[in-house]
T-cell receptor, first 112, second 111 residues
Framework: DVKVTQSSRYLVKRTGEKVFLECVQD?????MFWYRQDPGLGLRLIYF???????EKGDIPEGYSVSREKKERFSLILESASTNQTSMYLC???????????FGSGTRLTVV | GENVEQHPSTLSVQEGDSAVIKCTYS??????FPWYKQELGKRPQLIID?????GEKKDQRIAVTLNKTAKHFSLHITETQPEDSAVYFC??????????FGAGTTVTVRA
């Protein structure tokens, strides 16, 4: 089974800091996604990538950017963290022809 | 883009009873509908999915039904057990890569 690793389970950052969230897969899947999860709002797509150096905006890209320099790694960047970016961030990869996702364990980010 | 609505937001059932969660979607071109279960503190995990060329799919105590005409699909859990307590998310495939998720249903199974 594919393994999706998010580097941090918990992060606390200060307002205005630049924040990097990392996601690494151990296989060769092309499609990777960043979602944020908030109570009552479900999972909302921030950005996704369908190959190296390829990226597309999701539904809520404002305040975020991404980087995919290598196929196995997809990074989410908060250029200047704000308190409204306090959330659970989930990385996912598309596995197989059924379009199912495998999720990482999530990073709970608190911006103070 | 695709818009997925999910109801109810919370559901409390007696152990042994059935639970039903309903979702509607907006894009008639959507053709793949997975359901994810997220236990407390854990990542969402795929529990069952259905494609648009199938009306119903069952896997032990869980089943999913799809009504393409009405653009809605439902998750059915029978003989609920305490380990079924979790947040459940429905989703619909809106294009080749993206899944759009519902807001989630918190299911609590009372012993």
């Amino acid at each position: 089974d594919v393994k999706v690793t998010q580097s941090s389970r918990y992060l606390v950052k200060r307002t205005g800091e630049k924040v990097f969230l990392e996601c690494v897969q151990d296989m060769d899947h092309e499609n990777m996604f960043w979602y944020r999860q908030d109570p009552g709002l479900g999972l909302r797509l921030i950005y996704f990538s369908y190959d190296v150096k390829m990226k597309e905006k999701g539904d809520i890209p404002e305040g975020y950017s991404v980087s995919r320099e290598k196929k196995e790694r997809f990074s989410l960047i908060l250029e200047s963290a704000s308190t409204n970016q306090t959330s659970m961030y989930l990385c996912a990869i598309r596995t197989g022809d059924n379009y199912g996702y495998t999720f990482g364990s999530g990073t709970r980010l608190t911006v103070v | 883009g695709e818009n997925v609505e999910q109801h109810p937001s919370t559901l409390s059932v007696q152990e042994g009873d059935s639970a039903v969660i309903k979702c509607t979607y907006s894009d008639s071109a959507s053709n793949y509908f997975p359901w994810y279960k997220q236990e407390l503190g854990k990542r969402p995990q795929l529990i069952i999915d259905i494609r648009s060329n199938v009306g119903e799919k069952k896997d032990q105590r869980i089943a999913v039904t799809l009504n393409k005409t009405a653009k809605h699909f439902s998750l059915h859990i029978t003989e609920t057990q305490p380990e079924d307590s979790a947040v459940y998310f429905c989703a619909a495939r809106s294009d080749d890569y993206k899944l759009s998720f519902g807001a989630g249903t918190t299911v609590t199974v009372r012993a």
